[in-house]
């Protein structure tokens, strides 16, 4: 006794280790290739950012040689002995400007004398105008003044803004120094385009330093620790006026290529998928983080899955050996039994003084016998539970799926304030839980004959509108056109949430099998007999083979690739039309496609007129 409880404590604990072992692999399994779909859809994103700082600088980057060439700019600065000749140049200069800037969208233009005194500007009319201006210790006019070829750009806070500016210049000569033109770049309008949609994006200098952000939390922070310890050094110069840099904290949790998943603990925390593009004319980096909380439900739902699918392993495993034992243990009991009688037939014979002894004898066997059968019933039911586990993992699968997408949803209407919105999926994820619910009540259909519930009159269009609303999500990102043909106002005798099982698993099958076609369609179909309502799902899918078109409807059979399905849809479906007193089958189109047919017994009270009405 002590022996048999220490082994099957032992094969316990292996069941276990086995479902553990594959929930981790199936975790890590899903959690890879959840990394890498996020990486190889963010990579487009990215360069579309670098393209739109390339577009800003490229539309402006000509300006301050355009100016230097200029001949008003020219002559206002070589009129510098002249006072009364070079206010009228500089106000013609000014006006010159205010039109150029306003033309090419130019955040600021302006012109410096070789004295760093500015002497004509874009805003010249404003009350905070540049003119006048002393900026001979900026950095741009200092290089451009240097520079063999007069050409400066620097990358550095606006004293009278506080915020990140790119100027280019371009120094203007004759025979000796004229001056500088200089036009400043903003990216306001980048950042603010950034932070509307919803984008984690930062632009660090040549130290590492973040001067561009989506979050403003980040901005004038160091990030270059995550790209290597060497941008910690940062160079002399004082772009940011003397503000301090402070690191961003946090640590590289792991490096996939040129992209890592690192953890940030302030000033943002969170663990996010870190995506660079680096635009060497500059010496800048973009930054591109993504939160990797649906690469976590993915890894949640491979180890749900994988730990699902080893325990129906072993249950299925388990029932075989059952029945197994059962049929060994009956095959013994027949040859004890066998045995017996012949040795009680030979007692018989020899002597009737020993009837009573065989009649009592026979009895014991009969016990025996009994308690043999009540083994191999108790086996048929490990065999409808694991029928039933089975189909539970592909009747809520579905459901489950389909209220994860309401929840996306509901999330981004709440954000936008629509509440409407909000409560009619809140709605429809009230119905998905009642939906899963019942599903016991079909798996009682489905493994025994029983009583469904009391029946009612289901109407058939809003059965497969609720459908569809339910599997909108599925069909937009399939690309499949759904075409209704649907007379209205039909009503079946039966129940509403079967019913609409039926459609659902319809439906889901024509969209397996339109994958991968162009221009995929289904075409849904509701007419009316006199005793009957027949309901048509049919696609433009590779059809059903002859030889497996009288099997569709049996337990466990799929013509699916492995792990696509368990084979128990139309059987399901099969149980429920039947429980309806109805009929279901199968057939091919001769120019391609199938087309599934349920008739069920029409309502009798139901008398809408019949009309018809197509939807693409």
Not at 75 to 90: C, E, G, K, N, T
Not at 140 to 145: E, H, K, L
Not at 353 to 377: C, D, G, P, W, Y
């Amino acid at each position: 006794m002590l022996q048999s409880y220490f082994r099957q404590l032992g094969l316990f604990a292996c069941a276990v280790g086995v479902i553990g072992l594959s929930a981790f692999a199936s975790q890590h399994v899903w959690r890879e290739n959840g990394l890498r779909s996020l990486q190889a859809a963010n990579e487009p994103r990215l360069q579309l950012i670098a393209n739109a700082i390339y577009a800003e600088i490229g539309r402006q980057d000509h300006l301050p040689v355009v100016l230097s060439l200029d001949s008003d700019v020219q002559a206002a600065l070589a009129a510098a002995d002249d006072p009364s000749r070079r206010s009228l140049l500089v106000d013609r200069l000014n006006r010159k400007l205010e039109r150029l800037s306003r033309e090419a969208n130019t955040r600021a233009m302006f012109v410096i004398s070789p004295h760093g005194i500015v002497i004509a500007s874009d805003d010249w009319q404003t009350p905070d105008t540049l003119v006048g201006a002393n900026l001979a210790d900026r950095p741009y006019f200092i290089q451009a003044v240097a520079a063999a070829t007069g050409e400066s750009s620097f990358l550095g806070i606006e004293p009278s803004t506080n915020r990140v500016r790119y100027y280019l210049a371009q120094a203007i000569r004759d025979t000796a120094l004229l001056g500088v033109a200089v036009v400043r770049i903003e990216f306001d309008t980048l950042e603010a385009a950034w932070e509307r949609a919803g984008e984690h994006v930062m632009v660090t200098d040549s130290d590492g330093v973040v001067f561009l952000s989506s979050d403003p939390a980040y901005r004038y922070r160091g990030f270059g620790g995550f790209e290597s310890p060497m941008r910690l050094v940062r160079s002399s110069t004082d772009r940011y006026l003397g503000a301090p840099v402070e690191d961003v904290e946090g640590q590289i949790l792991q490096r996939r290529g040129p992209d890592l998943v690192i953890k940030i603990s302030s000033p943002a925390a969170g663990t996010y998928l870190s995506q660079t593009n680096m635009l060497p004319e500059y010496g800048w980096t973009i930054h591109r983080l993504t939160e990797l909380s649906t690469v976590d439900e993915d890894q949640r739902d491979g180890a749900i899955i994988g730990g699902s699918l080893s325990a129906l392993i072993i249950i299925l495993v388990l029932y075989v050996v059952q029945r197994h034992q059962a049929f060994l243990a009956a095959s013994r009991s027949g040859v004890e039994l066998q045995r017996q009688v012949a040795e009680r037939t030979h007692e018989l014979s020899d002597t009737n003084a020993s009837l009573q002894t065989e009649i009592e004898e026979r009895r014991r066997t009969e016990a025996r016998l009994r308690a043999t059968q009540n083994e191999l019933v108790q086996a048929g039911k490990l065999a409808a539970l694991g029928q039933m586990s089975a189909a539970i993992a592909h009747e809520i699968n579905q459901p489950l799926a389909a209220i994860r997408t309401f929840m996306a949803s509901t999330k981004i209407f709440a954000q936008r304030g629509e509440v409407a919105q909000v409560a009619r999926n809140l709605d429809l994820i009230t119905d998905l839980a009642e939906r899963m619910a019942s599903i016991t009540g079909h798996l009682k259909t489905f493994a025994r004959k029983s009583e469904p519930g009391h029946p009612e009159p289901v109407a058939v269009d809003r059965a497969i509108e609720r459908t569809l609303v339910l599997m909108a999500g599925q069909i937009r990102t399939a690309g499949v056109r759904i075409e209704t043909d649907i007379t209205p106002g039909l009503l079946v005798t039966g129940q509403a949430v079967q019913l609409e099982q039926v459609i659902l698993n319809l439906i889901g099958n024509a969209l397996d099998a339109v994958a991968g076609r162009d221009q995929p369609w289904i075409r849904i179909r509701a007419r009316a007999a006199a005793d009957t309502v027949s309901i048509a799902v049919a696609d433009n899918g590779h059809g059903i083979s002859a030889a497996e078109i009288d099997r569709i409807f049996d337990p466990f059979f799929t013509t699916k690739p492995l792990g696509k399905g368990l084979g128990l849809g139309l059987s399901i479906s099969y149980g429920i039309v039947q429980d309806f007193g109805g009929q279901i089958h199968a057939n091919n189109h001769p120019e391609g496609g199938a087309e599934l047919t349920v008739e069920l017994p029409r309502h009798r009270r139901e008398t809408a007129p019949v009309e018809k009405a197509i939807h693409a």
